[in-house]
């Protein structure tokens, strides 16, 4: 049905847009706090953008963790240093030229991959493999991927040991 | 009865089809799922608010409200008319934006949790194969709205009932979570459709020993994410005049508790999915099951509130960490002995026992470990 594929291209396309407008923001506003919200706003998009090409678990995940944990540790800290939510606060720094070289390499860098893909939306074609499934990529995760897995584990298990050991109050003896 | 509500989709589908092209057909349909649930949320919220008074009020042996209406049963509807018509007050020094994005953003998720419910057979609004990472993720966007509520209101107490809430909010999304993994394990998928299709033939997770301890930390922290008393400090009356929500008044006031009441719903709805057989059960239709385990559960919600003081902050903070978080963490290994116990039984002797014992053992270790430093009884040996 050409009209509903129609209907839903407008809505990506809408989508990504206000991405832009929100990075935009995160990046400019003057207020810290503000630009947290947009920072967690362009990842919300980007997890529709997951969800709109079907990758629902990554879209989930990137909710999950980037805007329910990342997003509220980061505005929770801007709330709990009350300074830094104040409006005469310098929100930007005098790094531009630097970001803009960095961008102009991740460009060239990914500009080529993205025209290799051809056309969007990317036809499923009958020959392709299915799309992976949660399962898939958990006996993944088990089998091919077990030794980065654990290795991450162990990592994310020592930074929880440190944190509990920064966090510990001292006894007095 | 069963499939009264899927009938009437398919039949107003079916009426467009036979005017409309076809890719109509397919609008209709979305169309109809967004309208029937957009007006269930409220429609449940208002009737909660009057239940919730009805029953709190009995417990304290009042009546409740009775004037409004047959039993007061028009009262939700004065309260929406008053809360329509109050004067809309912003403070001077309020940050405007989030003033008024906040409460809308916090009813947003609690609507959008609504789309993964198994309402009754056939009746889940958007079957997403990862429809419980859904309900957590959607419903961990909740603190954000928090947050600006807080923040711009520019008010010392909400700033401070904000921080306890998005504290709790995240303290008890861990256990929460965790308390689910059994049941994926168990059904092997993530899907809300496929976990109650698993609990057929009164295979309800609720009767196995890790069903029944996961199904009570999931709504004991459903209680603290939802911000309902035994553990509503951060609303706390008495002490920062009920936090977030201070600054807001009228309808703005009213979406606060709108989104409370729609995620009680929602995390009843939830346990009753994951844990209860969700629509399954006998003689009754399918959706008449899920609302009465659910209203029992949500009645549960009200006998808490009606009974129990507010804890302090280092008691729900250990309650999460110290306490729930390793249990639930135990009760996965559990889960995975009774699995390979049980050969696809659902019940086995020795796998129903060996877990229990577990889980008893953990629970036992747990209360020695976190018992609470309590001072010799003083003696006063001149008195006596």
């Given amino acids: ?173 | 009865m069963d499939q009264m509500f899927v009938n009437i989709k398919a039949a107003l589908v079916g009426l467009s089809d036979k005017v409309f092209p076809d890719w109509v057909g397919v609008l209709v349909s979305i169309a109809v799922s967004i309208v029937a649930i957009a007006l269930l949320g409220p429609l449940i919220m208002m009737y909660l608010t009057l239940i919730e008074r009805k029953v709190v009020a009995r417990m304290q042996n009042r009546i409740g409200p009775n004037r409004v209406g047959k039993y007061g049963l028009l009262q939700p509807l004065a309260d929406g008319v008053k809360m329509l018509i109050k004067e809309d007050i912003v403070p001077r020094n309020a940050d405007k934006v989030l003033h008024l994005l906040a409460p809308i953003l916090i009813v947003a998720p609690a609507l959008l949790v609504f789309a993964v419910l198994p309402f009754g057979r056939n009746m889940t609004a958007v079957d997403l194969n990862v429809g419980i990472l859904f309900f957590a993720a959607i419903s961990s966007i909740g603190t954000i709205g928090i947050f600006m509520a807080a923040w711009g209101s520019n008010n010392k107490f909400s700033v401070l009932g904000g921080m306890r809430s998005v504290a709790q909010m995240i303290s008890y999304e861990i256990p929460m979570v965790m308390s689910v993994v059994p049941v994926l394990l168990a059904v092997g998928s993530l899907s809300t459709n496929a976990i109650v299709e698993a609990q057929a033939d009164w295979h309800w997770f609720v009767f196995t020993p890790w069903g029944f301890l996961g199904c009570v930390i999931f709504f004991l922290c459903g209680v603290a994410e939802c911000n309902r008393s035994p553990f509503d400090l951060a609303e706390a009356e008495s002490e920062i005049i009920a936090g977030f929500h201070t600054e807001y008044s009228g309808m703005k006031f009213a979406l606060f508790y709108m989104a409370e009441f729609m995620s009680a719903f929602t995390i009843s709805g939830m346990t009753t999915t994951l844990f209860l057989g969700g629509w399954q059960g006998p003689l009754l239709p399918s959706w008449l099951w899920f609302f009465l385990k659910t209203y029992g559960l949500i009645f549960i919600m009200l006998w808490f509130r009606a009974t129990l003081p507010r804890l302090r902050v280092d008691q729900l903070m250990a309650l999460a960490w110290k306490f729930l978080l390793p249990l639930s963490l135990v009760n996965i290994v559990a889960t995975c002995i009774w699995h390979f116990l049980s050969d696809e039984a659902f019940f086995t002797p020795a796998a129903f026992l060996v877990p229990l014992a577990l889980l008893v053992f953990s629970y036992w270790g747990l209360m020695k470990l976190n018992q609470p430093y309590m001072p010799e009884k003083r003696v006063y040996p001149l008195v006596d």
């Fill in chain 1, 1 to 173: 049905m050409p009209q509903l594929e129609f209907l839903i291209k407008c809505g990506v396309y809408g989508l990504m847009g206000l991405g832009i407008i929100a990075a935009v923001g995160a990046v400019l506003l003057p207020n810290l706090f503000h630009a947290g919200l947009a920072l967690a706003f362009v990842l919300v998009t980007i997890a529709g953008i997951f969800m709109s090409v079907g990758a629902e678990f990554l879209g989930m995940v990137q909710i999950l963790l980037y805007v329910g944990g990342v997003m509220t540790l980061i505005i929770y800290t801007i709330m709990l240093t009350g300074r830094l939510g104040a409006k005469d606060v310098r929100a930007q720094n005098r790094q531009g030229i630097f970001a803009a070289i960095a961008a102009g390499f991740f460009v060239c860098w990914i500009g080529p991959l993205i025209l290799k893909t051809g056309a969007w939306p990317q036809r499923e074609s009958d020959s392709a493999p299915p799309l992976l499934s949660v399962e898939d990529l958990g006996m993944s995760l088990m089998t091919e991927y077990v030794f980065p897995f654990e290795v991450l584990g162990v990592l994310l298990f020592a930074v929880l040991i440190g944190a509990i050991v920064i966090a510990r109050q001292d006894r007095p003896s």
